[in-house]
């Protein structure tokens, strides 16, 4: 077998977090890294039935091609998880990435899905539920970042920052933590529907150039997406409970 710098045995989510590179990869082979990563890389490709020694070295590739431009990574996100030494720095890394970026892109977002819907509905009518699903994810991301932002994030910053907690806070800051994975687990839920929806973003003979920019940020949506559920449930989150301990 080939040795790589990759173990095996070692959780999805570890991997990620030590090399966003990983993430592209992952995301390539359909390997669930945010709200299933806490499986090892072993368990993972028993599961989907993938080849162990074939992964371990696109990962190896990925590693060492780790600055190469990539179309499916989240712009200006990528490679960029050592952009932080403390958890206040991480929260405010994925206001910038992903909050940011989701104020930005939902509305245009919802505005474009509509367009495609109402103009080429008729010949895919599977559009109608792609717009109704798109723009129900949209209402709930747009709550959840603002509950992040003005709930669970300014508690973490607090243990960060080594002042200590209220019990009524405390007990507030891990309700709240449970209550932003739960809405992990709607929200991936959402995506994958999409992803059903679009027959995995396939762009039809006849699209116009609306349609395939629909597909396009949709995709992109998902992936700036698993990085930022990945950065909250397996980075953030995990590390300001240990630190409640």
């Keep these: 077998m080939q040795t790589t710098a990759v173990d095996p045995d070692a ?6 977090e030590t090399n966003l590179a990983y993430a592209r990869a992952f995301e390539s082979l359909g390997l669930d890294y945010c709200c299933g990563g806490d499986r090892s890389l072993a368990a ?3 599961e989907a039935d993938l ?5 371990l070295e696109r990962l190896e590739r990925a590693r060492t091609n780790d600055g190469a431009p990539d179309a499916r990574s989240t712009e200006g996100a990528a490679n960029r998880d050592t952009d932080w030494d403390s958890l206040t720095q991480l929260a405010n890394l994925i206001v910038r990435d992903h909050h940011e970026y989701l104020r930005d892109e939902l509305p245009e977002l919802r505005a474009l899905v509509e367009k495609v819907a109402r103009v080429h509905g008729e010949g895919h009518p599977e559009l109608r539920d792609l717009e109704a699903t798109v723009d129900d994810l949209a209402a709930e ?3 959840h970042i603002v509950d992040e932002e003005v709930g669970a994030f300014p508690l973490i910053k607090k243990v960060d920052d080594d002042r200590p907690l209220t019990d009524a806070e405390e007990s507030r800051l891990r309700e709240e933590i449970d209550a932003l994975e739960d809405d992990h687990d709607e929200t991936a839920a959402a995506l994958e529907r999409i992803v059903d929806l679009t027959d995995g973003y396939a762009v039809p003979e006849e699209a116009c150039g609306s349609y395939r920019s629909m597909l396009e940020r949709l995709e992109r949506l998902e992936h700036n997406t698993h990085l930022h559920v990945h950065r909250e449930n397996n980075v953030l989150f995990t590390r300001a409970e240990t630190l409640l301990e």
């Design 44 to 46: 993972a490709c028993d």
């Design 141 to 143: 991301m747009a709550e």
């Design 11 to 16: 959780e999805l989510a570890v991997l990620v």
């Design 51 to 55: 080849e162990l020694e074939s992964v």
